[in-house]
């Protein structure tokens, strides 16, 4: 049986814990901020960043890994490893995608999967897990990659934001979106559809924006993972209320980091589900 190796990206938010306990390689993507450049770390480090960016002048300007930071990952893992599964943020969000795929072709290993999760946040962190599940299953790299590309199918991103400040600072959202957003407290509800962002509805107030995305989640869903920018308690009575809507669901709470989070500031809500 080929010994599995799996890597991705800062974006999945995986637990650092988790990550060392099944070897899973965590390539950062980074942000350039106040004159200094980061590579975004893990959860329960991203609160200084969402605090400082809140009375900042400056906007993060967000970067995709270098390709030899794959290409050297890729020759680490493969003096212990048989084969590599590569699960990457949504080609159509980053070039982390694509730099993953020139780092395969520089290494001339045929060896190296590199799959388009067309996810992000905690919809990129449940393929890892399945695909960690699997591996430790005993299944093929075949296996795992058609599942994971049919799991991908059944999974959704759905959001709203505390302001539309960093939408519009970001270059996300017009300025006369924003000024109407800011008069009559006009809440986007913004969905993650075929690998890149869109905008569902438009909802007066922010209570109506979470209703509407509680409306979009299938009875037949299996995980939720109620992601969330510097608003844990909002975040604790969201899964209190999906819990009693969907008792058989995992449900989990979930921080986004810089790259994810930049454009949506603080006070951000939503979920990420796979039915």
Same mark, same amino acid.
């Given at each position: 049986? =080929?010994? #599995? ?18 070897? #899973?390689?965590?390539?950062?993507? +980074?942000? %350039? ?7 975004? &770390?893990? %959860? ?11 009375? +900042? ?5 967000? +970067? ?38 020139? $780092? ?7 060896? /190296? ?9 905690? =919809? ?5 897990? $399945? $695909? /960690? ?11 795992? #990659?058609?599942? /994971? ?25 017009? $300025? ?39 409306? %979009? #989640? ?6 939720? &993972? ?34 994810? &989070? ?5 006070? %951000? ?7």
């Amino acid at each position: 049986m =080929n010994k #599995i190796k799996i890597i991705t990206d800062s974006t999945s938010y995986i637990d650092k814990d988790y990550a060392l306990e099944k070897d #899973i390689s965590i390539i950062p993507l +980074s942000y %350039t901020f106040e004159g200094e450049i980061y590579k975004e &770390g893990f %959860t329960g480090e991203f609160d200084d960043f969402f605090k400082r960016l809140s009375k +900042s002048k400056d906007f993060p300007v967000t +970067s995709q890994p270098a390709t030899g930071d794959f290409l050297k990952e890729y020759e680490e893992a493969l003096k212990k490893y048989d084969e590599i599964i590569v699960l990457t943020i949504s080609s159509k969000l980053s070039g982390t995608y694509n730099n993953a795929l020139l $780092a395969r072709s520089m290494s001339e290993e045929d060896r /190296i999967f590199v799959v388009d999760s067309k996810q992000a946040a905690s =919809n990129l962190k449940a393929l890892v897990e $399945a $695909a /960690i599940d699997m591996i430790e299953s005993g299944k093929s790299r075949e296996e795992i #990659i058609a599942h /994971i590309v049919e799991k991908e199918r059944r999974m959704a991103i759905y959001f709203t934001v505390g302001t539309l400040e960093y939408l519009k600072r970001g270059g996300r959202l017009g $300025a006369i979106s924003s000024i109407i957003g800011s008069v009559l407290n006009i809440k986007p509800v913004i969905a993650l559809r075929d690998g890149e962002l869109g905008l569902l509805e438009k909802t007066r107030g922010k209570n109506k924006a979470v209703k509407k995305i509680i409306e %979009t #989640i299938p009875s037949d869903v299996k995980r939720i &993972g109620v992601c969330h920018i510097l608003n844990y308690d909002e975040a604790v009575s969201l899964k209190e209320k999906l819990i009693e809507k969907f008792p058989e669901a995992l449900i989990t709470i979930d921080e986004l980091g810089p790259i994810v &989070g930049a454009h949506l500031g603080s006070k %951000t809500i939503g979920v990420c589900y796979s039915y």
